[in-house]
């Protein structure tokens, strides 16, 4: 038998670990995993709870989708990013409930947990303005399985139209729609173009990829309405030379198996598609309406939880929120936007207002520094607006380049991104163009059950007579 020995622990240092103050955080995306690095050497207890055991780089995700980049080359797990902040506790649970005067977090096995200090960061999700049934026809891309979904379906669109004989129906395999003309719509847009006219244009026999029609819908009048006007009309000479075609003032008003129908002004199309991707608009994730009923807090249109100067939820001075959940607007007409670097910067600023106040220290109203913002279309081409100057094409890609290489997590991540890219922009090739899961279209799958069950009909009709 093995004798274990133990190093006796003092009574004060026990006193001083019960003590500790409790930090918990709700999501390890930008603003929970910035918040539990930059509280890494603060003399308090971290709880990280998250129903996923990694972090993701969303703004990546369409590369996923599109066959550039692998899962794993944008996630990064967890308890390796925080290994070495002892401090730090990771957990993998999903907190569907608080209760704000008992302090605890409820997890959906029934479990709960004490807190002094919360965060929740929980982010978004699609938003549908009501037409929620269209997620199953019109996925979106907020997680890798949505990314990866988007991808099944793109790549299933070519195999099938590859097997196609009839024209019309061979045309709609070949397009797509892309709902939504913001920063994510744009970026899927020049991949797709990229992916279809560049990658997979020697790769198929019965089909040309050259003839695949990329079509972004955009509701106002501009392509990236958040952006300068100059930068908008470049985006959209950027989008049609790759070969997209940009419709604005578009609304997309029904969609149903495979017919989408438009909307421009007075007048009505009914088009036919069996891929349309979702990019159009998000809404906060139910852990804001959670919040709310048990603190009365108010809520915005989207879900967003309306928070104090100090990121705290109003009445509640130790419940914070942070990223995509949080509605801010102080000392600005609109709340600031859901990006990741909002959510970084709040995350940051979270774990340096807890540390002070454990300080007794007067702390200050989150500000935020806006650094600007980007999108990139395709292979030199991109537009960035830095506040200070206002850049597109080449200057503007290369600067996106360097900006998503150094926020993500992992030296691996940076390294195998990197030349991944490196080896698109000199082949045009893709290495993650697989097919996984399901190998049917829903679209065209209910299409043909149709017509087959049509055709049994008309037979038996037929027979009968």
Known sequence: MTAVLQRPVSSAAAARKKSQHHVVIVGGGFGGLYAAKALGKANVKVTLIDKRNFHLFQPLLYQVATGGLSAGDISSPLRSVLSKQKNVKVLMGEVVGIEPKAQVVSLRNGETLSYDSLIVATGSSHHYFGKDEWSDIAPGMKTIEDALEVRRRIFLAFEAAEKETDPARREALLTFFIVGGGPTGVELAGALAELAY?????????????????????????VLPPYPGDLSVSAKNSLEKLGVEVRTNTLVTNIEGDIVTLKSGDSIEKVQAFTVLWAAGIKASPMGKAIADQTGAELDRIGRLIVEPDLSVPGYANIFIAGDLAHYAHNSENPLPGTAATAMQQGSYLADSIQRRL???????????????????????????????KISGFPAWFLWIFVHIYYLVEFDNKLLVLLQWGWHYFTSQRGARLITGDDSIPALSALVIDEMTLGEKNSSEIAEA
Not at 199 to 220: A, C, H, Q, W, Y
Not at 361 to 369: G, Q
């Open 359 to 389: 300080e007794k220290k007067s702390v200050s109203p989150f500000e935020y520094k806006n650094k600007g913002s980007m999108a990139v279309i395709g292979r030199n081409e991109a537009v960035a607006d830095l506040g200070f100057a």
């Open 198 to 222: 560049e990658t997979l244009r020697e790769d198929f026999r019965s089909i040309n990829p050259g003839e695949t029609k990329v079509v972004l819908l955009e509701g106002m009048d501009r």
